[in-house]
Every structure is written in C-alpha cells, then in structure tokens.
C-alpha cells in the first residue's frame, strides 16, 4: 500500500544576496494515515522549508526539486499551482507557531472559520453556523456561540490555536501539518493543544506531522521520528527506539538538552561527530 504522503530526495534551495543558500538536502520522508510522525531538530534545520514545499508556499526565490512528491496517490509535482491549491487546504492543512499572528484581526472568529468552509465545501449560511459551532465544540472551546463573534484580540493565544485547529479540521484533511504549534504558548496550555491535537487525529484517522524542536514534545505526540540537522537527516526510528537507544550524535545531544535527563543548557557549541 502507498502512503498517504511520500517524499523522496526533496531539495530546496533559496536565492540570496549572498548566493545560493541549500535548506533542505535530499530529504526522505513518509507519514501514512493515523500516524503522526515528528520532525526535530534546532531552529533553521530546515523543518518548515521542507514542509512549505509541500505545500506550494515557499516564495519564488525557492527552487524545489525531488524525485517524488507523492499525496494519496497523486504526484503533486505534476500538478499546476492551481490544482496543487485546490488539494491543499482541503486535504493537507497546516498550523503554524503564532496562532495570534495566524488570524486576520479585522474579521471575527466565526466570520473566518465560515469562509474556510464556503470556499472548500460550498456550505450556504445556516449550514456554515451550525458547522463553525460544531467545530468551536471539537476543539473545546469556552461558549463556543459567544465566539462566534469574537475577534481575535479578544481571545488568549491558547484560544486563538484552537481557532487555528478548528479552521484546519474544518474540511476533514487527510493530513496536518503542525509547525511549532505550542511554542508560542504558556507551558501550562502546551499540553492541553496537544492533547487536543492528538485526540482529534486519533478519532479522525488523518496523518499528523509535528514538527517540533523540543523532545518532549516528541515524547509526548510522535509514533515515528525524523531527526534532522543543517537541512539533513541524520536519524528515524520510532519514538521508543529513538529515545531508548538513539544512534545519531546530534539525537543524543537533543536528548541530553531534556531536563530531566540532564544538562538542559542550549545546544549551540555541542560537538558533533
Ligand atoms: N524565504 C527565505 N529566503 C532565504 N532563506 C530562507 C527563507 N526561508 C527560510 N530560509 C532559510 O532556510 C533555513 C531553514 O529554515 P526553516 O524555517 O525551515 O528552519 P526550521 O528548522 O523550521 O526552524 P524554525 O523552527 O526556526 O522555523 C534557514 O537557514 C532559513 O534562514
């Protein structure tokens, strides 16, 4: 059977000022549905890059190559950017770090999620109410029908990403994508979105990437891993093997920079073999 989202040798290079800058280096990558795999790795490893290219979102300085770029059987590399867009959003959505920064701060809460679902499903104004409250439920959201009007700045950041999430379930995709979706968040709310987040793709079914530069929060999400460094990977395995007995020299200083195993000081300046 073939994955629900397969990459092989995926490549991109930005155009600079200063010349050509390589992000992502002949990356190999699967998910399959109902798995949730994580990629981590420090800040500028490349994680979202590889993702956005996924996705179509990079800038037009960007040059993207791969061997193949293959989502529930379709290769998206053959695709035009108009039939690319109209998959993406449906049945690939992805949350992002700042969930805030994320929304529009001009249109309310119920506005935006209702757009969502007029543009991809066609749902008239009535149903588009009843589907956005049901959403504001899933995501377990406070007075969900008081939010319906509520603008942005009006609500936490913890709440604005779990707008961010309801307007990414909101057509049911087959894949999220999940960049840094907690970093901007207190500690306390952290775990409360990934348990949301998890609920939501265990009775769903779909396929999770997580990306992520924090083990814990691999430990606490990932059923696989992909470890990755300067825009390479350097290790995957499952979790338990990953964090049991990891191979590579740069898993094992991500791992030792978790507090309770130890140093928790910053990475930079760890050597690497
Ligand atoms: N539009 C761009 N133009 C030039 N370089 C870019 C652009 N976007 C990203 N990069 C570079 O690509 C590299 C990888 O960035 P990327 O954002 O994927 O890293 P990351 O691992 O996701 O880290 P972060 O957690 O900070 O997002 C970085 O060196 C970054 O500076």
Do not use: W
């Amino acid at each position: 059977m073939s994955h629900l989202l397969e990459i092989r040798n995926l490549t991109v290079t930005f155009d600079t000022a200063k010349g050509p800058l390589t992000a992502v280096s002949g990356i190999d990558l699967h998910v399959d549905a109902g798995e949730v795999l994580a990629i981590v790795g420090e800040s500028g490893s490349g994680k979202s890059v590889a993702m956005l290219a996924v996705m179509g979102l990079l800038p037009e300085t960007a040059t993207v190559g791969a061997d193949l770029v293959r989502f529930d059987g379709t290769d998206l590399m053959a695709l035009s950017p108009r039939a690319r867009r109209r998959i993406i959003g449906r049945d690939i959505a992805m949350i992002f770090q700042e969930p805030v920064a994320s929304l529009n701060p001009a249109f309310t809460v119920g506005l935006q999620i209702g757009e969502v679902l007029k543009k991809h499903q066609g749902l008239g104004r009535a149903a588009r109410r009843a589907r956005t409250l049901e959403l504001l439920e899933a995501v377990g959201l406070p007075d969900p029908a008081g939010k319906l009007t509520a603008f942005p700045h009006q609500m936490s950041g913890g709440q604005c990403q779990r707008v961010m999430i309801a307007m990414a379930i909101a057509c049911a995709p087959k894949l999220l994508i999940a960049d840094e979706p907690t970093t901007a968040l207190d500690v306390t709310i952290q775990k409360q979105i990934l348990d949301l987040l998890i609920d939501l793709q265990e009775e769903s079914g779909m396929g999770l990437i997580m990306i992520t530069h924090d083990m814990g929060v691999v430990a606490e999400t990932a059923d696989r891993v992909i470890v990755q460094y300067q825009g390479v990977k350097r290790e995957e395995a499952d979790v338990l093997s990953l964090f049991e007995a990891p191979q590579d020299s740069y898993t094992r200083a991500l791992l030792s920079a978790l507090p309770e195993r130890g140093s928790d000081g910053p990475l930079d300046g760890v050597a690497l073999q």
